[in-house]
């Protein structure tokens, strides 16, 4: 099916460990997303890729880092973790930038 | 910055009408969407209106947008026990620029 695949679906991190998770669309959309969610605080942006080459801050930026790799994909790096980076995170696609997006099953973010 | 609010909690009985509500700060608004959320899942978009519109109708769901008191609901009709799940609006005031609310956790008893 078409959509969006996150990898991992989970994952524990010692405090100060660095990965990368990883987006990828097959929907040949222009703009990708990623959000983090947090109890009570709903969906934070992170960084935003409005089309391939372009990156831009979000709401919620410090301690991560992203790669619009190609047109398909679009990874965020947390290069030294910290027990704050908690969270499930979201990676999202959409054609224009303001229709609606389709989202990925999510990352659910452990750092100990 | 634009502000969506939600109620955090709703409770119906299995059958009757779900009415989730969503206020936004932002007059600007030109897309409104309401999104789904079932629990280890990402968000699903479910239906949507345009500023210029006041009601839109998609099967149960049922959409009303308030301009002038920034005000959006989705209303469910004969709400089942699957329509249990995390309720977003989000509001679209410009290019890239999307607001997400906090989210209305709907319980339906069976």
């Known amino acids: 099916n078409a959509g969006v695949t996150q990898t991992p679906k989970f994952q524990v991190l010692k405090t100060g460990q660095s990965m990368t998770l990883q987006c990828a669309q097959d929907?040949?959309?222009?703009?990708m997303y990623w959000y983090r969610q947090d109890p009570g605080m709903g969906l934070r942006l992170i960084y935003y890729s409005a089309s391939e080459g372009t990156t831009d801050k979000g709401e919620v930026p410090n301690g991560y880092n992203v790669s619009r790799l190609n047109k398909r994909e679009f990874s965020l790096r947390l290069e030294s973790a910290a027990p704050s980076q908690t969270s499930v995170y979201f990676c999202a696609s959409s054609e224009s930038g303001t229709d609606g997006y389709t989202f990925g099953s999510g990352t659910r973010l452990t750092v100990v | 910055g634009e502000d969506v609010e939600q109620s955090l909690f709703l409770s119906v009985r299995e059958g009757d009408s779900s009415v989730i509500n969503c206020t936004y700060t932002?007059?600007?608004?030109?897309?409104l969407y309401w999104y789904k959320q079932e629990p280890g899942a990402g968000l699903q978009l479910l239906t949507y209106?345009?500023?210029?519109?006041d009601m839109k109708q998609d099967q149960r769901l049922t959409v009303l947008l308030n301009k002038k008191d920034k005000h959006l609901s989705l209303r469910i009709a004969d709400t089942q026990t699957g329509d249990s799940a995390i309720y977003f609006c989000a509001v679209v005031v410009g290019y890239q620029k999307v607001t997400f609310g906090t989210g209305t956790k709907l319980q339906v008893i069976p």
């Open positions: 932002d007059s600007s608004s030109t897309y």
């Open positions: 209106i345009f500023s210029n519109m």
């Open positions: 929907m040949n959309h222009n703009s």
